[in-house]
């Protein structure tokens, strides 16, 4: 029902920025939530950060706060992470994530349809 792209990954020395986009399939979207998620080699895939179809809420991990941005393009379709004062910790494969609820989630099992996700790679 609904496709996503996720771009904008690379390899960025640390204290530097990216920005990601995660593109929709469709032009509009009703009441929904996106999040974008990571997973770095051997480990979980984690919550980064949530916002709701409107803009007006989002939410963030602990370990992103201050450093990130989670944003939406004026046509509603594209959403955007701007990632600042990058770490080698945020080194993983970011994910963006669509649920239908506007209720923000922050767990896998709460969203329905997911990109194929992008390489973050933060070097020393």
């Known amino acids: 029902q609904v496709q996503l792209v996720e771009s904008g990954g690379g390899l960025v020395q640390a204290g530097g920025s990216l920005r990601l986009s995660c593109a929709a399939s469709v032009r509009t979207l009703s009441r929904y939530t996106t999040g974008w998620f990571r997973q770095a080699p051997g480990k979980e895939r984690e919550f980064v950060a949530a916002?709701?179809?409107?803009?007006?809420?989002?939410y963030y991990a602990d370990s992103v706060k201050g450093r990130f941005t989670i944003s939406r393009a004026n046509a509603k379709n594209t959403v955007y992470l701007q990632m600042n004062s990058l770490k080698p910790e945020d080194t993983a494969v970011y994910y963006c994530a669509v649920r239908l609820s506007i209720v923000i989630g922050t767990t896998d099992s709460e969203y329905n349809y997911w990109g194929q996700g992008t390489q973050v790679t933060v070097s020393s």
């Open positions: 916002i709701i179809w409107s803009g007006a809420n989002t």
